[in-house]
């Protein structure tokens, strides 16, 4: 262990086909409208979790929903777990407000999200 932690699962990402239609069920299941509304993302943040709804799976192309771990260095965990026996799939990049994500992949091709704010 390198003592690089992660602080939980606290973001889900779910690739849809119709945004309008996901958002409805969304908010019905949540009991709140997207705090995020846009053509090419739509986000709830509900005690203390964030469910992100992606139009077609985004530009990374998700065929199914990806949980992100949060980690407070992104770079010590990709290490860490790609030295381990992980694949690395995206490397990491800033999406925006100082966010990092990257995804890796576990030996069975399961794709495993990290993300860390800065």
Do not use: C
Not at 16 to 23: E, F, G
Not at 27 to 33: Q, S
Not at 95 to 109: H, M, N, S
């Amino acid at each position: 262990m390198t003592g690089s932690s992660t602080q939980g699962i606290k973001t889900v990402l779910h690739p849809v086909s119709d945004l309008d239609k996901a958002k409805a069920v969304y908010t019905a299941l949540l009991g709140v409208a997207p705090q995020t509304d846009a053509p090419y993302y739509a986000g709830f943040d509900v005690e203390g979790q964030h469910i992100g709804l992606v139009p077609d799976g985004g530009p990374q192309g998700m065929t199914s929903p990806v949980a992100y771990w949060h980690v407070p260095d992104i770079e010590a965990k990709l290490a860490e777990v790609t030295a381990a026996g992980a694949t690395l799939k995206e490397a990491a990049h800033d999406v925006g407000g100082g966010r990092l994500v990257a995804t890796v992949t576990d030996p069975d091709g399961n794709v495993l999200g990290l993300l860390q704010d800065r």
